[in-house]
């Protein structure tokens, strides 16, 4: 069974930035893409960026380009996701999901495995 369990959200005042984090188990993740989606409230869940595990290849939003960086450790089966310059539009509930899959996608339904999700809070 794969486990995903995210960390490092928190409170930051607007333009500075934090580092979230989703370590996974349950799995060799060679074949997998893990993605990084957040739901603020009353909003839809939306793709933030995702990583295809076995080069790297990396696919963001475009409200997060530049701003936001998508890495992983293969030996802590752990993915990064570095976000620096927040915004008054990034505060969310981020959630790490994995998908069997070596495309990577945007579409929340071609995940298979969520995390419970951190909170990011931004102050202005």
């Known amino acids: 069974q794969v486990q995903l369990v995210e960390s490092g959200g928190g409170l930051v005042q607007a333009g500075g930035s934090l580092r979230l984090s989703c370590a996974s188990s349950?799995?060799?993740?060679?074949?997998?893409?893990m993605a990084w989606f957040r739901q603020a409230p009353g909003k839809e869940r939306e793709f933030v960026a995702a990583?295809?595990?076995?080069?790297?290849?990396?696919l963001y939003a475009d409200s997060v380009k530049g701003r936001f960086t998508l890495s992983k450790d293969n030996a802590k089966n752990t993915v990064y996701l570095q976000m620096n310059s927040l915004k008054s539009e990034d505060p969310a509930l981020y959630y790490c999901?994995?998908?069997?899959?070596?495309?990577?996608?945007?579409?929340?339904?071609?995940?298979?495995?969520w995390g419970q999700g951190t909170q990011v809070t931004v102050s202005s």
């Open positions: 999901a994995a998908a069997q899959r070596k495309i990577a996608t945007m579409r929340s339904r071609d995940y298979d495995y």
């Open positions: 990583i295809r595990w076995s080069d790297g290849n990396t």
């Open positions: 349950g799995r060799t993740f060679s074949s997998y893409t």
